[in-house]
């Protein structure tokens, strides 16, 4: 049966940019594998980021990148889910070329979000603006649906996959073992202790080689 188009519906109880610890606001769209919801990935973490455009470059070698590596954030637990204004049928077109072209099946759904209602719900889209084409947005939502991370970066500079699985990695690391992670962390490198936050636990901290401020722990 044929399809109409259909406006996203979101929730926009709080219509503001979205910082970090928010809750994402829920939605439910088309997208190239059926309607998702956005209350649907709970339970798993999902990396949701927006695109400018159908066919243009940059897009098309992150998407050729995070298909190939969807096996990798699968295995932390962990979905995709990208979003442009561009039309169900712009994507569905733009992913068969690059099957065509690169041997490279897209295998995480494309929401369709022409009215741009999705993008200014997470801040994606300026209120002023009419188009999205200078949005590369990333947020990282944990299984309890609130936005642990954000990133943004401009039109004409692709996003670092291996940098997205790094920081979903830390993130589910620092949650299970309550520490956090030093500049440039890898799985299996040290963690940081919580610094003291008292004088009294900064002094028994600090009896040993390590400054009470820098104490390191071994995964």
């Not at 594998?33 to 980021?49: A, I």
Request: hydrophobic share 45%; net charge negative.
């Amino acid at each position: 049966m044929e399809t109409t188009d259909t406006a996203p519906t979101v929730d926009t109880a709080a219509m503001r940019a979205l910082r970090i610890n928010d809750t994402a606001p829920d939605f439910t769209a088309r997208t190239t594998q059926g309607e998702k919801r956005l209350s649907d990935y709970r339970g798993r973490w999902l990396v949701l980021f927006s695109h400018p455009a159908d066919f243009t470059p940059v897009c098309t070698s992150e998407f050729v990148a995070l298909a190939r590596q969807a096996d990798a954030f699968a295995a932390i637990d962990c979905d995709l889910m990208a979003l442009s204004v561009d039309s169900l049928y712009s994507h569905l077109a733009w992913l068969k070329d690059i099957y065509r072209r690169f041997g490279v099946k897209v295998p995480f759904p494309i929401i369709e979000d022409p009215s741009m209602a999705i993008g200014h719900a997470f801040g994606m889209v300026d209120a002023g603006s009419s188009d999205s084409a200078t949005v590369r947005a990333t947020f990282v939502i944990d299984p309890e649906g609130v936005v642990r991370a954000i990133s943004w970066y401009p039109m004409n500079i692709g996003r670092s996959v291996d940098e997205l699985l790094r920081l979903v990695t830390a993130l589910q690391t620092s949650d299970r073992e309550a520490a956090s992670t030093p500049a440039g962390w890898t799985p299996g490198d040290a963690l940081l202790e919580p610094a003291a936050t008292t004088l009294d636990a900064a002094i028994a901290d600090g009896d040993g080689d390590a400054p009470w401020y820098y104490r390191e722990r071994r995964a």
